[in-house]
């Protein structure tokens, strides 16, 4: 079989909030998902209004990366791992928001972290902003209902620009931004855009709204960057889980080809830099009034993305003849004909396990887009047992990702798809984004902490640590 080009880059993925800590140090103001308290597989994640004493947010301390992250590198490293997809904390720059000039203590952090990844040959790739508003953008403005919003991004976008010009050249400016296409899951809204839905209101013309002044933010982030830097690569990030028909139907088909513009909407715009015209279709039937300015249609055309990286977990599938009212129910998708594949297993948090989605994922995006991909995430969160020994065996996480990269190799060496690299989620145990929980871990090294927030923060390498420095080391011949 042929190989991976060498130059793959293999990595890990993480999230500040999800494994940073220090949420309050070195100035840094609270963000969205500082007033998120913790879940569970059916239960949301509470929103409240500022950060109450009595309330807990695992957010808050997360792994405490913020001061081990020496150590943390260290052990990165020891993996062989050839980059590192993490996101800046917007809330570490600018506290508020909207602020003249950002807070020097938050640039010098990640100034540090990327010394520390270049020092041992990692290089870091990095998200603008994933799932980190600062609260007084959502509180005061609404967050991206407001174009002042849209501003107060590039404005960021521009600072972190300039101040790593020489320290990071892959970027990817919104993480998921195509998540709160599930309008029925307030968490999504609130995470990616700042955003509240009133009563009375009808929240698919609001996520449009948001997702216009986004769309904008990003195009324009990506114009500024390529003045700092014309060697930057900069991407759109979006989370893709495929909608297969649930049989040869044509109601079927048609239903899952419909029904995927979900999920096309939002890399269609960075990618292509116009609206597709299914969308604009359905802003004239519906009534939407998306507030597309004189000018806009320019700014989209001039920002378009250098590649499109996405995250992969699972599949799932539509039935024209069902309709249920588990709306809410991941494995369904949250759609409202989804269906279980009578073909697919899934995790102990009911997510699809399919790893051919995976290359059907990769041929349909080439097909459309014809620009690199990057898998940008991809992994398995499952509980873990540490043995008497202190040992921790994940066999099946192992499983899980090696079955996925032998879909992705087949993918680059067999299809031809253009692939940048592969950074697995949540590399070291973090705090999970939907349940806020601990104990949903996807990562390598094990990280001694509950979901009430005990432990001592110590780690330890899994099987998987020792496995993946295998498959990193023969860039992917050692499965
Ligand atoms: C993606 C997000 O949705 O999936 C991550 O970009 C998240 O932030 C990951 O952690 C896995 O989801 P979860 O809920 O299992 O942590």
Redesign the pocket.
């Known amino acids: 079989m042929a190989s991976l080009p060498k130059n793959f880059l293999w990595g890990g993925a993480l999230?500040a909030h999800?494994f940073e800590g220090g949420w309050n140090a070195g100035g840094k103001g609270p963000s969205v998902v500082d007033v998120m308290t913790a879940g569970a597989h059916g239960v949301a994640r509470k929103i409240t209004k500022t950060v109450e004493d009595s309330e807990f947010y695992p957010n808050h301390e997360a792994i405490d990366f913020y001061s081990r992250y020496k150590g943390d590198i260290a052990l990165f490293a020891e993996m062989g791992l050839k980059c590192l997809r993490t996101s800046i904390a917007w809330s570490r720059i600018f506290p508020r928001g909207d602020e003249e000039e950002p807070n020097e203590e938050g640039l010098q952090f990640y100034d540090d972290v990327f010394d520390e990844l270049l020092k041992h040959g990692i290089e870091p790739v990095i998200t603008l902003s994933?799932?980190e508003m600062p609260l007084h953008l959502a509180r005061e403005f609404g967050g991206f209902r407001s174009r002042k919003v849209t501003d107060y991004f590039v404005k960021f976008a521009e600072v972190c620009f300039t101040r790593y010009k020489d320290k990071v050249k892959y970027w990817m400016t919104f993480?998921?931004i195509n998540?709160k296409m599930d309008v029925n899951n307030p968490l999504f809204l609130w995470t990616n855009s700042g955003v509240t839905v009133k009563e009375g209101e009808n929240p698919k013309e609001i996520m449009y709204i948001a997702g216009h002044h986004e769309l904008l933010a990003s195009a324009l982030a990506v114009a500024k960057g390529k003045e700092i830097n014309p060697e930057f690569q900069i991407g759109a990030m979006v989370?893709h889980v495929p909608i297969y028909p649930y049989s040869s139907n044509p109601e079927d088909i048609m239903l899952a080809e419909e029904t995927m513009r979900q999920r096309y909407f939002f890399p269609d715009v960075h990618v292509r830099g116009y609206y597709p015209s299914y969308a604009l279709k359905e802003f004239e039937r519906e009534g939407y009034n998306i507030p597309i300015e004189h000018g806009d249609e320019e700014i989209l055309k001039n920002g378009t993305v250098d590649y499109l990286g996405f995250?992969y977990?699972m599949s799932t599938t539509v039935k024209s003849d069902v309709v249920n009212d588990n709306r809410g129910d991941i494995v369904n998708g949250g759609l409202p004909n989804g269906v279980e594949n009578p073909y697919i297993k899934s995790s102990d948090?009911g997510?699809a396990i399919d790893p051919v989605g995976l290359r059907y994922t990769l041929n349909r995006f080439y097909d459309r887009y014809q620009i690199p991909l990057f898998i940008v995430?991809n992994?398995f969160?499952a509980v873990d047992t540490v043995e008497e020994d202190g040992s921790i065996h994940d066999p099946e996480r192992i499983q899980y990702l090696r079955s996925h990269i032998e879909e992705l190799m087949k993918a680059v060496t067999h299809d031809g798809v253009d692939l940048l690299g592969y950074t697995p989620?949540?590399i070291i145990d973090?705090?999970?984004?939907?349940?806020g929980e601990m104990k949903?871990r996807?990562g390598m090294i094990y990280v001694d902490r509950d979901n009430e927030g005990n432990g001592s923060m110590e780690r330890s390498k899994k099987e998987s640590f020792h496995w993946y420095q295998q498959v990193i080391k023969t860039n992917g011949e050692t499965l």
């Open positions: 999230a999800q994933h799932f993480n998921e998540n989370s995250s977990y948090w997510w995430e992994g969160g989620w949540g973090i705090v999970s984004f939907t349940t949903k996807y």
